[in-house]
């Protein structure tokens, strides 16, 4: 069992890269097309990389940077917008996994009222969100033996790529987590516009794989969109997904495989390179506090 979305072990390397001065390797499976790298090679498939490592290597301290607070910042009224539009009722109870500094669940208590509860490994983060009022825990076991019973809506922003069994997690969330008529909403970047080689993600997902990976969870989505907010107005660097259960699904689905990858990311890339050539003010916009991609 090797990739991360239908087990197989058939694979040929897709991608040689370095990330944070980590060489990495990035297979294709061959019989689902999902671009991943390997669980049993990669330093980031364990649960203590986030405790201890991820945020020293990826901005060199513990704590919320400026950086990181304005874009969760963005990222939260984007996805605030969203829900919007698509919500017949505000959520009561959101869990935000993967929450962070506990921006999006400000976000939440504010527009819609809703009881809040965040799921944060790094403990820098966490009290940052525990600071504002907002209950966390460590991680999911944390969070199934406080027994908060279930959400009306699960927040799975920029989590699903850093997932070692993306599958089991979405199943899990749907027989333990998410009421019967709850929302799933996520964000991971898009394979077809953004770097997405980078240490702490094991997966890359395109638009069919993300589709793919929650089908195979038993979930469908109800919206896809594809973005560039808040770094580019010309670039759709992330896919923003809502999913609910499906009450089809049941026993082995049939994968269907993503084709031409290779292809489709040769040519969205070059795309990338022309706007940032022709057009890098609208292509890459500048972080306030800091302007740095």
């Not at 920029?158 to 089991?168: D, F, K, W």
């Not at 799933?184 to 080689?197: I, K, R, T």
């Not at 896919?239 to 084709?259: F, N, Q």
Request: aromatic letters at 10%; proline letters at 5%.
């Amino acid at each position: 069992m090797d990739c991360l979305l239908c087990g197989s072990d058939q694979k040929r390397i897709f991608a040689r890269v370095e990330s944070f001065g980590f060489p990495l390797v990035y297979y294709q499976c061959e019989n689902c097309g999902l671009i991943y790298q390997s669980k049993k090679e990669s330093r980031a498939a364990n649960p203590e990389f986030y405790r201890r490592t991820y945020r020293q290597i990826y901005q060199s301290c513990e704590e919320p940077t400026p950086k990181d607070l304005w874009v969760q910042e963005q990222r939260a009224k984007h996805l605030i917008d969203i829900l919007r539009h698509h919500l017949e009722i505000s959520p009561e109870k959101v869990l935000d996994i993967g929450a962070s500094a506990g921006v999006l669940l400000q976000q939440f208590r504010k527009s819609f009222s809703s009881d809040v509860v965040g799921v944060e490994p790094g403990d820098a983060y966490r009290a940052y969100a525990e600071e504002s009022g907002i209950e966390m825990k460590e991680s999911m076991e944390a969070l199934l033996a406080s027994d908060h019973g279930k959400f009306d809506l699960v927040n799975m922003s920029h989590v699903l790529e850093h997932l070692a069994e993306p599958v089991e997690e979405l199943k899990r969330i749907i027989l333990e987590l998410l009421k019967d008529g709850g929302i799933l909403l996520l964000e991971v970047p898009n394979f077809f516009a953004h770097d997405s080689y980078e240490l702490a993600h094991l997966a890359c997902y395109t638009p069919h794989t993300l589709r793919e990976v929650l089908r195979q969870a038993g979930f469908r989505l109800v919206l896809l969109e594809k973005h560039g907010v808040p770094r580019s107005k010309l670039l759709n660097l992330y896919l923003t997904g809502i999913a609910k259960a499906s009450p089809e699904a049941h026993g082995t689905i049939e994968i269907k495989k993503d084709r031409f990858v290779g292809f489709k990311r040769n040519v969205s890339m070059l795309y990338r390179r022309l706007m940032q050539k022709f057009f890098p003010h609208k292509a890459w916009l500048p972080i306030p506090v800091i302007d740095q991609k």
